[in-house]
């Protein structure tokens, strides 16, 4: 579909949000604020107001939260397959509605359609994937003893919340909540203020698809009310949180008070390591992709190039070609491939960055600036001649801003590649297999690829050390989070049973 198309396609779904706004979604219903407040929910393509979303807090949470609870019993005791059949049934409409979702998301974040349409897909295939284990999701073990035949299974740990960030909203959310469903847990969703209209699809294909009212609630606003009141619910067990770093640290002490389990997707500065004997035509094109796909707001972003020193100017010398050819523009354009960032405030962040690279002494070899016109576009940006010791070599900046550091040896690659805060992902290029073995050991990520952009395969644990994270997503690691062990030990004859209190 061209731009023009597209732009057809997305105007009749734009006036329906205008029109009808965005609200809460609570045991089925579509719910405003008890004291009907709301926000706008802006365009990063042009500013402009696309519809009123209802702001949520304590109330709607609370509302959200005894329905959950409500829907828990029942929600949890059906069979796995049952629940199998409604998440795939439910994929089956993500798919069908997959070119809706995408033009959505696209209008909503800024992120190239190109993307986005994949990222709709890959969220029917959470669900399939998820699907497909709920049947098995409680089986244990039987661990025989002398006295008693032990047996282990696998119950839904209950309510729980999910709070998503806004760079790719409706794939995240997705991530979280089909292992949640599948599981048997049901759920009050917190979308991200900055992107929250694909939510309200998900929810209302959830339902069409025969998922009870109830299980899934979604209660919209900001972090600070909406959000810290969820974090806080007693009725809440635990917390599936995708987002940043500083609010992990807030969560966690937001839930201390009722003993959240937490699970936390966070922030990442992650390494591509560029050795001189790599295919070096391909981590080039690895590592564009992997920092300037999805705007550079991507938590897996290559957003630190450790090039070795002997290669380091042929590599900087194509990046710079390369990048300069990048095609930025509308992101409803098929052609594009970066577009708006995701609002003002987030443009300020990146530019500030970049600021600071220019204080800090390194050099601005493409990009560096606001493009043009209307919009939140940043160009895409290449820092070379950055040192380790560098804000803009250790901070998160989650733009389309590259920072190339050269380093010598093996030994100084990792020594950089570590000495940051995260952990989530890293990246290696060699053709050394021994040396890719030794590296990926002692490389401080929960997440490494060698020769290989991120390709995610959901069988595989998904999830950052350090900073980045704690705990994993994908396999059985998500059902590890959403269930409780639970140990049932059956006497297997009438061993004997100390007597206390009774007189011989
Ligand atoms: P953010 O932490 O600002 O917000 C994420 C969500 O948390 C939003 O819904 C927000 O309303 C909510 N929130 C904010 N403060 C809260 C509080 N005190 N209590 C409860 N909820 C609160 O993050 P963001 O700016 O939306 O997203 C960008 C960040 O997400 C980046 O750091 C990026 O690396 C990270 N991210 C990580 C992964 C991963 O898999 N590791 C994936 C995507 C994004």
Known sequence: MSLDENLRAAAPILASLQEHGVHHHIGGKKVQSQDCASFESLSPVDGSTICKVSAGGRAEIDSA???????????????????????HRIADLIVANADRIALLESWDTGQP????SKAAVRGAENFRFFADRAPGA???????????????????????????????????????IAPALAAGCTVVHKPAELAPLSA?????????????????????????????ALTEHSDIRAIAFVGESATGSDIMRQGAATLKRVHFELGGKNPVLVFDDADLERALDAAIFMIFSLNGERCTSSSR????????????????????????GHPLDPETEVGPLICEQHVDKVMSYIDLARKEGAEISV??????????????????????????????????????ISFSDEDEALAIANE????????????????????????????????SENVRHLPTPFGGTKDSGIGRDGGDWSFEFYMEQKHIGLATGNHAIPKLGKVK
């Not at 282990?152 to 729980?160: A, F, S």
């Not at 043009?372 to 733009?399: K, Q, W």
Request: glycine letters at 10%; aromatic letters at 8%.
């Open 65 to 87: 939260s005894a329905t959950a609870g409500q829907a828990f019993d029942k929600w949890s005791r059906l069979d796995g397959s049952a629940r199998k059949t409604i998440l």
């Open 200 to 228: 309200a699809v998900l929810v209302e294909l959830c339902e069409e698809a025969g998922l009870p009212p109830g299980v899934l609630n979604v209660v919209h606003g900001t972090g600070h009310q909406a959000g810290v």
């Open 113 to 116: 359609i190109r993307f986005m």
């Open 305 to 328: 190039l450790l090039v070795q020193e002997s290669i380091s100017q042929w590599f900087v010398d194509r990046l710079i070609e390369r990048i300069r050819q990048i095609r930025i």
């Open 367 to 404: 990009g560096g600036q606001r493009k043009a016109g209307n919009g939140c576009y940043v160009l895409p940006t290449l820092l070379t001649n950055a040192t380790r010791h560098m804000r803009i070599s250790r901070e998160e900046i989650f733009g389309p801003v590259l920072t190339v």
């Open 138 to 176: 409680r089986d244990g073990q039987s661990l025989p003893s002398p006295t008693l035949l032990n047996l282990t299974t696998r119950v839904p740990i209950g309510p729980i919340g999910v709070i998503t960030p806004w760079n790719t909203p409706f794939m995240l959310s997705t991530w979280k």
């Open 420 to 451: 940051v805060r995260y952990g989530l992902a890293g990246y290696i290029w060699t053709r050394d297999l021994s040396r890719a073995l030794r590296v990926s050991d002692r490389l401080q990520a929960g997440m490494i690829w060698v020769n």
